[in-house]
């Protein structure tokens, strides 16, 4: 049996060496007919050869494939994304011509999860706060912080049951912690069998010490947590956010703050970038990080491992584990 005709397309070419080690590369070469010519984006402007591919493995800056584009790849199959969101990719036309697509979404999940317990955790012991307070002090007793601190029995608020909020429920699992879930899409039954505390979005804000957002960006999530909705959080309770800066009210959130009355972890933040000077980068009680929450470095390869396992799932038996489809759309990040 002739093995299907597979090449790679992204933003830079860079990308397939850092997504596929050696051991993936062998593996999908055991599967696929590799097409080595890895194209660019504008895949109207690559060898005839990449155009008879069946299946296209896309990355980061991978083009939109509208009508025009499809036009050019007559054989396409199934589109295997080596990242998350497909939304910047998929068009009615794509469905319409039977073309199948899987995301990276599941795998990417992973170093978002392990980012945010490490938050979480970095903030119950207040380490950052006693860290600068000791060099600044040099005093082990000064730098000692006051109030609430440690893990036992806080109580952590997830919004959104999504890939990446529920491994942060099972990571979170082995602590002595009470956590509550936000997730109207899901029963109190279904909240409860992930071991969690069904609760309504103000219920979560006002019983938490800890909030951390994993919600999808669509229309009706759009600063889902504003000015009111920051006013139920405890004081000193943490927002962290690695889903969407959209989510968050920004000047809601400077405005409190401000006061010093909560503290934040954000990875995305709106704008994205955020203009130099603006007020969050010199609030304290503010840990920003520029969006390295997903895969970066080794944890690329976690994607391509997935990619190929994905590949050779859809040969063997035509399903697809990450398979996205259009009325997906409206529910996912």
């Known amino acids: 049996m002739s093995r299907p005709r597979t090449t790679f397309a992204a933003g830079s070419a860079d990308l397939f060496s850092d997504l596929f080690d050696t051991s993936a590369q062998e593996r999908l070469r055991g599967i696929v007919d590799l097409d080595d ?40 199959r ?8 497909v939304k910047s990719l998929v068009t009615p036309e794509l469905w319409e011509r039977g073309i199948r697509v899987s995301s990276s979404a599941q795998a990417n999940a992973y170093p978002v999860a392990e ?3 490490a938050m979480i955790l970095i903030h119950g012991k207040r380490v950052l706060e006693s860290s600068r307070e000791f060099v600044r002090t ?13 893990m036992y029995r806080i109580t952590v608020g997830i919004v959104g049951a999504s890939r990446i ?13 009470d956590c509550l879930l936000y997730d109207p899409s899901l029963s109190a039954a279904e909240c409860r069998a992930l071991g969690t505390r069904p609760v309504t979005l103000a219920e979560l804000l006002a019983g938490s010490d800890v909030v951390s957002v994993h919600a999808p960006s669509l229309p009706e999530t759009y600063r889902m947590i504003g000015r009111d909705q920051l006013a139920l959080m405890r004081d000193d309770a943490v927002l962290i956010n690695t889903a969407r800066g959209a989510l968050v009210e920004t000047d809601a959130l400077v405005a409190e703050l401000s006061t010093g009355r909560l503290r934040a972890v954000l990875d995305v933040t709106d704008p994205e970038p955020l203009p130099p000077g603006h007020r969050l980068f010199s609030l304290p009680g503010v840990m920003l990080t520029p969006h390295i929450a997903g895969s970066l470095g080794n944890e690329l390869r976690r994607i391509g491992h997935h990619v190929v396992d994905e590949i050779e799932r859809y040969i063997s038996s035509g399903l697809l584990e990450g398979e996205v489809t259009s009325p997906d759309l409206s529910q996912i990040a």
């Open 115 to 117: 980012y945010t317990l």
């Open 138 to 150: 040099q005093s082990l007793a000064a730098a000692v912080p006051r109030g609430e601190l440690g």
């Open 37 to 76: 010519t890895l194209v660019t984006p504008d895949l109207r402007a690559v060898p005839l050869t990449a155009r008879d591919a069946e299946i296209l493995i896309t990355g980061w800056g991978a083009p939109r494939f509208d009508a025009p584009t499809l036009a050019e790849w007559p054989n396409l």
């Open 165 to 177: 909020g529920r491994r942060v429920i099972e990571l979170l699992r082995p602590f002595d912690i």
């Open 78 to 85: 199934a589109i295997v994304h080596a990242a998350g969101t």
